[in-house]
């Protein structure tokens, strides 16, 4: 029997083990069902040796699988073809690059990786070859909506402007791009929607063209997956051509891949004077970032804007289920019971005399201090790699209450409309 087919038939197996005992058990002691369930799935898979080998920066990871199968934490780029050579399954992050190299010859039949890009793993050769492999789409969505809340804020406080008004072009309209959507127009902007897929998909009423995009939006914001071939090809997307299509004075938010814009032509628009400022947390050939085109920015960040710990957990719970899946693990709907609670959960504002737009951005301010990011990155621009790993805590708005004093009904329906509870 080849191993391929020998795996296949072991998943089946514990699969029909456990729906078995699950109802033979169930009829007689719903509670000790539960408990032999697990036990039973452990007895197996500890016989057939399941191997996972696991990026050591997955948080909230480790202890979860040990019980199920040999775990082996690794940095991500330390993943190599001979430490994965007898592992079952890959659980990643974006430093690993799961190429035909990689894993060629190997045992390896699932891969998850706890971000929303997949562009780090060759689906077709993984397709081709019979290996499942799982991504999480939409669990730092919040995050990055968080993350633009607190550029666009700064920006506005700062250039001494309100962004009630402002015409926002969003390229990329999935889970991210959509949480944008909606801060935006909770901030009263004019919201211009560009994702060619989705236009196809659902008709043309609601998106408009790319080149509307930059020439008409006061801040063009990216969210789309880094594409390199293909009709929605985002690689270059914003190469000088399109770059010197943005309206005077724009302002371009890049939240997506940094191979989405040209980095020689942003440095020379920025350098002519005709792009506002840019707020970028993704570059081209990361870690090794172009320093030049740092020093032109206005916000500079190590690719954190989805570093959340809310998005963190989400993520990490999206590739333990679907591992528990794959491999029939009593695992189903697991999330981290060990999500640190916010060092200051409760924020008291005064809104007696104070725009709505200045009270949203005092609340989110408690949540999300962009300028230390920026100011690390300024700093240490070497430490790329270690700032990503060893980031900070931050929870989401959905982990504050406001106790609001003053204040218009609007903004009250404002900051719920975002996530925070108001009382």
């Given at each position: 029997m080849s191993e391929a087919i020998r795996k296949e038939y072991n998943n089946g197996y514990i699969k029909f083990c456990n729906s078995v005992f699950a109802l033979f058990l169930f009829a007689f002691n719903p509670t000790f069902s539960l408990f032999f369930l697990k036990f039973l799935t452990?007895?197996?898979?500890?016989?057939?040796?399941?191997?996972?080998?696991?990026?050591?920066?997955?948080?909230?990871?480790?202890?979860?699988?040990?019980?199920?199968?040999?775990?082996?934490?690794?940095?991500?780029?330390?993943?190599?073809?001979?430490?994965?050579?007898?592992?079952?399954?890959?659980?990643?992050?974006?430093?690993?690059?799961?190429?035909?190299?990689?894993?060629?010859?190997?045992?390896?039949?699932?891969?998850?990786?706890?971000?929303?890009?997949?562009?780090?793993?060759?689906?077709?050769?993984?397709?081709?070859?019979?290996?499942?492999?799982?991504?999480?789409?939409?669990?730092?969505s919040s995050s990055v909506q968080q993350y633009v809340a607190a550029a666009l804020l700064k920006m506005a406080s700062e250039f001494r402007f309100s962004l009630k008004g402002k015409t926002i072009g969003i390229v990329g309209v999935g889970n991210v791009g959509s949480k944008v959507e909606k801060l935006a127009r909770i901030l009263g902007m004019n919201v211009l929607l560009n994702d060619p897929p989705r236009a196809r998909a659902e008709g043309e009423k609601n998106f408009v063209n790319l080149i509307k995009i930059l020439t008409e939006s006061d801040i063009v914001t990216l969210h789309v997956p880094l594409n390199i071939v293909g009709e929605d090809s985002t690689w270059h997307l914003l190469n000088e051509k399109n770059l010197k299509k943005l309206k005077k004075g724009a302002w371009l938010f890049n939240i997506s891949r940094g191979e989405v814009v040209e980095t020689s032509a942003l440095k020379k628009i920025l350098t002519a004077g005709k792009l506002g400022r840019a707020v970028l947390d993704v570059w081209e050939n990361e870690p090794d970032i172009d320093l030049e085109l740092m020093s032109k920015t206005f916000l500079s960040t190590p690719h954190i804007a989805g570093y959340s710990t809310?998005?963190?957990?989400?993520?990490?719970?999206?590739?333990?289920?679907?591992?528990?899946?794959?491999?029939?693990?009593?695992?189903?709907?697991?999330?981290?019971?060990?999500?640190?609670?916010?060092?200051?959960?409760?924020?008291?504002?005064?809104?007696?005399?104070?725009?709505?737009?200045?009270?949203?951005?005092?609340?989110v301010n408690h949540t999300y201090n962009i300028e230390v990011d920026n100011i690390n990155l300024r700093f240490s621009p070497s430490d790329f790699e270690k700032q990503r790993g060893e980031y900070r805590m931050r929870r989401e708005f959905t982990a504050y209450t406001i106790r609001l004093n003053g204040g218009t009904k609007k903004v009250l329906r404002m900051l719920e409309g975002l996530g925070f509870k108001v009382v």
């Amino acid at each position: 029997m080849s191993e391929a087919i020998r795996k296949e038939y072991n998943n089946g197996y514990i699969k029909f083990c456990n729906s078995v005992f699950a109802l033979f058990l169930f009829a007689f002691n719903p509670t000790f069902s539960l408990f032999f369930l697990k036990f039973l799935t452990f007895t197996i898979n500890s016989a057939l040796n399941m191997k996972i080998v696991a990026d050591d920066k997955i948080p909230f990871l480790k202890g979860v699988l040990e019980p199920y199968a040999e775990v082996t934490y690794l940095p991500g780029k330390a993943i190599t073809r001979k430490n994965i050579s007898n592992a079952d399954a890959l659980l990643i992050r974006t430093r690993t690059k799961c190429t035909e190299e990689l894993l060629r010859g190997t045992k390896v039949r699932f891969i998850a990786t706890a971000t929303i890009g997949f562009d780090h793993i060759d689906t077709q050769f993984c397709e081709k070859t019979g290996i499942t492999w799982k991504n999480a789409p939409g669990c730092n969505s919040s995050s990055v909506q968080q993350y633009v809340a607190a550029a666009l804020l700064k920006m506005a406080s700062e250039f001494r402007f309100s962004l009630k008004g402002k015409t926002i072009g969003i390229v990329g309209v999935g889970n991210v791009g959509s949480k944008v959507e909606k801060l935006a127009r909770i901030l009263g902007m004019n919201v211009l929607l560009n994702d060619p897929p989705r236009a196809r998909a659902e008709g043309e009423k609601n998106f408009v063209n790319l080149i509307k995009i930059l020439t008409e939006s006061d801040i063009v914001t990216l969210h789309v997956p880094l594409n390199i071939v293909g009709e929605d090809s985002t690689w270059h997307l914003l190469n000088e051509k399109n770059l010197k299509k943005l309206k005077k004075g724009a302002w371009l938010f890049n939240i997506s891949r940094g191979e989405v814009v040209e980095t020689s032509a942003l440095k020379k628009i920025l350098t002519a004077g005709k792009l506002g400022r840019a707020v970028l947390d993704v570059w081209e050939n990361e870690p090794d970032i172009d320093l030049e085109l740092m020093s032109k920015t206005f916000l500079s960040t190590p690719h954190i804007a989805g570093y959340s710990t809310d998005g963190k957990a989400n993520g990490t719970s999206m590739v333990v289920n679907s591992l528990s899946e794959y491999f029939g693990l009593p695992l189903k709907d697991w999330y981290p019971e060990d999500v640190p609670a916010p060092d200051h959960p409760v924020l008291s504002i005064d809104g007696i005399g104070k725009t709505d737009e200045d009270i949203i951005r005092q609340a989110v301010n408690h949540t999300y201090n962009i300028e230390v990011d920026n100011i690390n990155l300024r700093f240490s621009p070497s430490d790329f790699e270690k700032q990503r790993g060893e980031y900070r805590m931050r929870r989401e708005f959905t982990a504050y209450t406001i106790r609001l004093n003053g204040g218009t009904k609007k903004v009250l329906r404002m900051l719920e409309g975002l996530g925070f509870k108001v009382v």
